[in-house]
């Protein structure tokens, strides 16, 4: 039963780990390339190889519990979870101030 437990938590996070990198590529696929050199940060290229990769290995580990694909937990997951978490908490937030885009933020958010 506990062995169980544990399969269904670490298929959990493993779920979320691939949601999460989706989330990571679609805004570095749909933020323009202008937007990551005027914030400063690496191309995007280079990010879209990142988090493509985090996309696939982190797909992998998930489908794991379903038979196929990596089933534990290994290196390169971690390294898919901490790139996509980098992009998200660092690079996504610098790059949303040069994308283009309708102005209708207030100084206090949207109005």
């Keep these: 039963m506990l062995y169980g437990l544990l399969d269904y938590i670490f298929w959990g996070l493993a779920i979320a780990a691939f949601g999460m990198s989706v989330w990571a590529l679609?805004?570095?696929?749909?933020?323009?390339?202008?937007?990551?050199s005027a914030a400063g940060k690496l191309?995007?290229?280079?990010?879209?190889?990142?988090?493509?990769?985090?996309t696939v290995f982190t797909l992998a580990s998930a489908s794991g519990y379903l038979g196929f694909g990596f089933q534990m937990l290994n290196i390169f997951t971690i390294a898919s979870v901490?790139?996509?978490?980098?992009?998200?908490?660092?690079?996504?937030?610098?790059?949303?101030?040069y994308r283009g885009?309708?102005?209708n933020q207030g100084p206090y958010g949207p109005w």
Excluded: C, M, Q
């Design 43 to 54: 191309s995007k290229n280079l990010w879209l190889v990142f988090t493509g990769l985090a």
């Design 82 to 97: 901490i790139a996509s978490g980098i992009y998200l908490a660092d690079v996504k937030p610098a790059v949303n101030e």
């Design 101 to 103: 885009g309708g102005s």
């Design 26 to 36: 679609i805004h570095a696929v749909r933020t323009p390339a202008k937007a990551f």
